[in-house]
């Protein structure tokens, strides 16, 4: 990084008191400055929150997969059977299409609110005419 290489002085007339500040002053001064921000930053970076998401709107399930990912839009509606092994609930849609959501990574609130959701739409699919 260049600086220009400037000279300010301030001198008060009334008490003499003369402050002097250059580019190496600013550099002196600045680097602590720039280490602190630059940790502060990388703290953030790296303390992301790693888990999923998921909202449910009526029969829709928003599934926001984890960092910069947009959210997977799934019909609940559309869902014919669904499965759940040790850490996966697995929704098996319409078209032999599936769709997988990792249940470790969710919030516990959030895949006991999944859970009941499917089981109360698919029982309210099997016994609609």
Known sequence: MAFPIMFFRLTDPFSGFDFSFSSTSLI?????LMIIFALYGSFF????????????????LYHKKRYFFPPVKISLAMAEDYRITDTKLVLFLEQNKE???????????????????VKGLLEAK????
Do not use: C, H, M
Not at 99 to 117: C, G, Y
């Open 28 to 32: 002196f001064y600045g680097s602590p």
């Open 45 to 60: 970076f790296f303390t992301i929150d790693k888990r999923d998401y998921i909202t449910l709107n009526g029969s829709w």
């Open 99 to 117: 769709e997988e959501i990792n249940l470790q990574f969710l919030k516990v609130r959030d895949a006991e609110r999944l859970e009941n959701a």
């Open 126 to 129: 099997k016994t609609a005419p």
